[in-house]
């Protein structure tokens, strides 16, 4: 089997063509290495890090209850736990450990796809992609992207935009 053959990646595929993104689905890369993380995405694709879309699902505390946040952040900053809690309403934020991750998103840490969860997974987009015509999102799969850009990826996901970076100029609402 190969990348381009993995059930998230189809699933992926079969989502973005769903949506009306057939181009988006068409440009499903299997890149030659894993690139799990934003650096080595954007080297092996020759971009700025900062038109990656980083995935990055946190668990939202909420009272004794977890509930997964996807992040889709650009590969520039880091994403602010607290500045999460605060858009969110959650009592806290923390890192998901692997297992929650794959439990609501069907997918590995390192390919987190922003759909083709089996469930739908609330997500706020980073505002710093809207910077760069083009962003590159993971596709199910550690050796797979797909281009986007920053406004297909708040309607494909159904997502919020957000200021999500320590140091960004937008207040916390």
Sequence with gaps: MTTLDHPAVLTIAAELRAKGMAG???????LDD????????????????????????????HGAEKRPLLVLTSGRHRADPARLAALTGADAISRAEPAFVRLHTGHAIGGVGP?????????????AL??????WAAAGHPKSVFPTTYADLVILTGGTAAVVAVGEDDPIP
Excluded: K, W
């Excluded at 690139?35 to 995405?41: C, E, I, N």
């Excluded at 809207?130 to 962003?135: H, M």
């Design 115 to 127: 759909v083709g969860h089996p469930a739908p997974v609330p997500t706020l987009v980073d505002t």
């Design 24 to 30: 988006a689905a068409a440009g499903i890369r299997m």
């Design 130 to 135: 809207a910077d760069y015509p083009v962003v």
């Design 34 to 61: 894993d690139v799990r993380t934003a650096a080595a995405a954007a080297a092996a694709l020759g971009i700025e890090v900062g038109a990656i879309a980083n995935s990055l699902v946190f668990a939202a505390h």
